[in-house]
Every structure is written in structure tokens, then in C-alpha cells.
């Protein structure tokens, strides 16, 4: 009796995201056993078996978008837990402003992604932008243009991930060390621990919960590099930010291939479903129980 | 730590986090000589122009209209359907509804082209590409995860014994939700409504592939993809830029502290 009545408060919600959600996944797991190439609708709806993932693995531009999404996913979460971790410890002192530095931390954060990714283009632009000035200042004839430039264009993405998400990696960590009794940090200090010495015993051993929750986090979320690239430098140059997540747009939106666009839907949805029960494997039951992170 | 070592730190932090947008909307209040100059004037000559021509050449309203009409329906309609579920998360008990929240959990996850292709051809054949309930339904199921993760933290608060009396006194359940989860609740339901608002203001990647009409789109979709075939109108994307800004800006800094027990306790990414 009591189940039914949840029925029916859980409904709304579910059709949503079995229409929204759980269909489109289980419809790209069909459609990418056929060839459906929408620019040669003669060609019509054919079932291939296994063809298009054949060629996805052989696919150069494919298994080079996997490496490069796999680099660029492993160097910002790194790189954001790191400076997570220096703003969490900063953010964790007791100091005068610390509730308007909380709130000017969470700016880029709030910033739609989109809009930072103009702003960085900008300050990477090879005439007039901030960063070849702050490298060369007037001579001109030195300006880069970082964007079209294959190794400087990743890192470029790289820096406006790292921008604009290190603060969500630094309210995961600060969460974990609010945690951490003073008493601990009051012992340590009577045995005559050095500050370093409660950072690396204590500090560091504590928080190691939060800081792996904050790597899987960005990694997550990292693995959905979208907007960036699309702004910043559409894949380019010679697909050298071409992250999964865009090859997949350009192959079913641009390109109109439905059933291979769809192989390489489900590859992106495996290796995410990967990290999502790492995640829950993570949080164990506490999950449920607390329903969160911390 | 030493104190000015301290203060060293706490300055550049503030510096990394507010200098690269400074610069962008110190951008906007610029005359077009000043954004090409070499080297860059620090003070601009606080010029609207790019403002007005960003409003009146491209359109900019409309893209602000369409963005607030889109986020705010699709907010409400996701607080209201995710406070149903998640009063039933928290108040009913089942291994069905444990694992209901891990799909959802799961789902938050996937990145957008998982779906992205099948949700298409859902809007195409019910004739919702380029309308606002095409894109709105697509935000309501992609924001449920995180808006029914954070209630339920939020509801799981609440104490039980006072609906408990309710429904003692003859209050049916909707009722108790109504009049007594509802009111308490109030503050994790605007949580919630503000981290979903803002989710639904900044996406992207689905507005891109359903709002093809220029006059339906929203403000990502619409500075994201600024007409400038052989100059960028610099001036005009970050006058625009700062404009779609601007109201988020304000949300955080008023709601810093919500925004960051929302983040926080719901987990899902924001």
C-alpha cells in the first residue's frame, strides 16, 4: 500500500528521464548496430552488426580523440584538485573577508561556461590579446597565436577548465577539512609538530576521502569538455583539442552519421557509467545514507 | 603561517578568480580603437557604445528573453516534479527507490552526446525542435537529477514528527507535503531552485542542437555563436557577455551561502 502511494510522487519525475534519458541511451545502443547516414537518406536504414564499432577502433580521428580527451581529463582534474586544495586550506583559516573571498571564489564557477570560453579566447587572440602582451609587451612581430598553434591550443582549453572549475574541487575539499577537529591540530601542536609536519601527518591523511572524491568529480565532469571547444577552436587545429564529446556532435550533427555518431555515444556513456560506479563503489552505502558528498 | 604570507595568498586567490573577467568587462566599456590598442589601455574611456549596439544590432533582448523564459519554466516545473520524488526518496522505503537514486546519480553523469542524437529525434518527430517546450522538457529531465539529489538531502532534515501528527489529525499525504514539508523545506526548495536556475541559464550543448532559429535561442547559444565573419566584434561579445553575466554574479554573491551547502550536500555536479 505504502509502495503504491510512492508510485505515484516518483512518476512525474521518471517520465522525464525515462523519455529524456533512459530511452535516448538504450536508442543509441540500437541505432549504432545500423548504418543511417542522414546526408544519404537512399542508402536508408541497414543493419550492420557491429561494423560501425570496426571502424570506430580503427578510426585514426576517433582513437586520437580518446587520447586527447584521456590527456586533457587527467591534467585538469590533477591540476584542479591541486589548486582546490590551496584555496580550501586558505578558505578553511578564520580571517577578516572570508565569507566575500567564499563568494569571489564561486565567480567563475558561476560564469556560463560559454562566456568563458569567449573571455579566454580573447585573452589568447594573436593581435591585441592579454596574453602575448604580458609575454612580449610591444614587440608585436613576437605574438603567438596560441589557438592555432597545436600545442598551445590544448593548453589553452586546459587553462580555461582549470579557471573556471578549481573552486567546485576547492568546496569539496573545504568540506572534508571543516571536518578535522581543532582538538587534533591542538595535540599535534603540544608534541611540537611543525606546520608542515600537521599538513602532511594530519591534515593530508584526513582529507584523503574528500580529495579523491574531488579527482573523480572533475574527472567526471572534465570527460564532457564541450563548450570550450566549441567556442575556442571548434576541434582545432588538425583535430588537436578535438575531444570526444565534439567529435561525436560533429559526426551526428554536422555529418549526419546517426548509426556511427551513435558507436561513439556509447563508448563516451560506457566509459562514463565506469566512473559513476567507481563513484558509488567510493561512497559505499553512505551515499544513501547521507545522501552526499561528505 | 605568517601574517602577511597570509594576506599574500588570500590576494591571489581573489586576483586568479575575478582578474581574467575584470579584464573581459573592462573590455565592454571600451572604445573601438582602445580593444586593438598595443599595449592595452588598463582604464577604459567607459564607452557604452558596445551595449547599445550589442542590443540593437544583435538582438541581444531577444536572446535574454528566451533565456530567462526557458530557465525560469524549466526551474519551476523541475523543483516542483523533483520536491514529488524526493518526498517520496525520503519518506517512503524501498530498494526500488534506492536504486532509482542511483540511475539518477548515474544519469547526471553522462556526458550530453550519449543522448544527445535520440533526444533530437524525440523533439523532431513531436515537431518541438526550435520551440521553448522542446527545449524546456530536455532541461526538466536533464536538471532532475540534480534538483531531486539536492531536496532529498534538504527533506531528509526535516523532523517527521510533526507531519507524523498531521496525518494522525486526518492529513492526507499531499496535504502533509503541502502545508507542512513544502513551508519547512522552503529554504533546501530554494537551493535548489538556484543551482538548477543556473544550470538551465548556462547550458549549451542541447540549446546548440534544438534552438536553430536565432530568434528562439538562448544567450550561451547566442554569444557562442556571434556573427563575425572576418573581425570578431570583441566589444559587442563582451558587452553581451557581461550582461548574461551579470544576474548569476548577483545570484552568487547574495546566495554564496545556499549555493555552497547546495553544492556540497547534493554533490551532483552543479
Known amino acids: 500500500m505504502k509502495n503504491r502511494a510512492a508510485f505515484w510522487y516518483i512518476l512525474p519525475s521518471f517520465f522525464f528521464v525515462a523519455v529524456f534519458s533512459l530511452y535516448p541511451i538504450f536508442s543509441s545502443l540500437r541505432l549504432s548496430f545500423y548504418r543511417l547516414i542522414l546526408t544519404l537518406p537512399w542508402l536508408g536504414q541497414k543493419f550492420v552488426g557491429l561494423e560501425n564499432y570496426r571502424d570506430l577502433a580503427t578510426d585514426p580521428v ?5 587520447a586527447i580527451t584521456l590527456i586533457f581529463v587527467g591534467v585538469t582534474s590533477c591540476l584542479e ?8 586550506l586558505v578558505l578553511n583559516e578564520s580571517f577578516r573577508g572570508r565569507g566575500v573571498l567564499r563568494a569571489v571564489v564561486l565567480v567563475p564557477w558561476a560564469i556560463p561556461t560559454v562566456v568563458s570560453s569567449q573571455m579566454w579566447r580573447f585573452i589568447f587572440n594573436d593581435r591585441y590579446g592579454l596574453f602575448n602582451f604580458l609575454l612580449f609587451g610591444e614587440r608585436t612581430s613576437l605574438y603567438l597565436a596560441p589557438l592555432a598553434d597545436r600545442v598551445l591550443a590544448p593548453l589553452a582549453i586546459v587553462v580555461g577548465d582549470v579557471w573556471k572549475t578549481s573552486s567546485f574541487a576547492a568546496l569539496i575539499i573545504l568540506a572534508g577539512l571543516q571536518t578535522i577537529p581543532d582538538e587534533l591540530y591542538e595535540a599535534a601542536a603540544i608534541d611540537g609538530a611543525t606546520a608542515w609536519q600537521k599538513f602532511r601527518h594530519l591534515t593530508l591523511p584526513l582529507i584523503k576521502p574528500a580529495l579523491l572524491l574531488a579527482l573523480l568529480f572533475r574527472t567526471i565532469d572534465a570527460f564532457k569538455v564541450f563548450d570550450l571547444v566549441f567556442v575556442m577552436t571548434q576541434g582545432g587545429p588538425a583535430d588537436a583539442t578535438n575531444v570526444l564529446q565534439f567529435y561525436g556532435y560533429k559526426k551526428t550533427f554536422a555529418e549526419g552519421m546517426i548509426g556511427y555518431g551513435s558507436a561513439i555515444s556509447v563508448g563516451v556513456f560506457c566509459f562514463s557509467l565506469a566512473l559513476a560506479l567507481i563513484y558509488i563503489r567510493m561512497l559505499g552505502a553512505r551515499i544513501l545514507e547521507k545522501g552526499a558528498a561528505r | 603561517m605568517k601574517k602577511w604570507l597570509f594576506s599574500f595568498w588570500v590576494v591571489l586567490i581573489a586576483a586568479f578568480s575575478l582578474v581574467p573577467f575584470l579584464w573581459f568587462v573592462l573590455t565592454s566599456w571600451k572604445s573601438p580603437a582602445e580593444i586593438t590598442a598595443i599595449p592595452p589601455r588598463l582604464v577604459p574611456s567607459f564607452h557604452w557604445g558596445f551595449y547599445r549596439s550589442a542590443l540593437e544590432q544583435y538582438g541581444l533582448l531577444g536572446y535574454i528573453r528566451n533565456s530567462a523564459i526557458v530557465a525560469a519554466t524549466a526551474t519551476c516545473v523541475s523543483i516542483a516534479i523533483g520536491s514529488l520524488a524526493a518526498y517520496a526518496l525520503t519518506r517512503f522505503h524501498s530498494a526500488w527507490l534506492k536504486f532509482y537514486l542511483l540511475v539518477l546519480l548515474c544519469i547526471s553523469m553522462v556526458p550530453q552526446i550519449a543522448i544527445a542524437g535520440p533526444v533530437w529525434r524525440i523533439l523532431n518527430s513531436l515537431d518541438w525542435l526550435n520551440t521553448y517546450q522542446g527545449i524546456v522538457a530536455a532541461y526538466i529531465s536533464l536538471s532532475l537529477p540534480l534538483a531531486i539529489w539536492i531536496l532529498t538531502t534538504f ?7 510533526i507531519e507524523e501528527a498531521a496525518l494522525v489529525d486526518g492529513c492526507t499525504r499531499f496535504q502533509a507535503l503541502r502545508k507542512i514539508v513544502f513551508p519547512l523545506a522552503a529554504p533546501g526548495i530554494f537551493t535548489a531552485s538556484i543551482l538548477v536556475f543556473i544550470f538551465a541559464w548556462n547550458e549549451f550543448f542541447f540549446a546548440l542542437i534544438v534552438l536553430t532559429n536565432p530568434s ?5 547559444v547566442g554569444i557562442a555563436l556571434f556573427p563575425g565573419e572576418y573581425t570578431m566584434p570583441w566589444g559587442e561579445i563582451a558587452a553581451a557577455s557581461t550582461m548574461a553575466t551579470l544576474p548569476l554574479i548577483v545570484l552568487t554573491l547574495f546566495f554564496q551561502r545556499r549555493i555552497i551547502r547546495g553544492l556540497s550536500a547534493g554533490a551532483v555536479k552543479g
Do not use: D, N, R
Open chain 2, 155 to 161: 527533506f531528509k532534515e526535516l523532523p517527521y514528527e
Open chain 2, 216 to 220: 528562439l535561442q538562448t544567450l550561451p
Open chain 1, 62 to 66: 576517433a582513437l586520437h580523440s580518446l
Open chain 1, 81 to 88: 584538485v591541486a589548486l582546490g586544495l590551496g584555496m580550501a
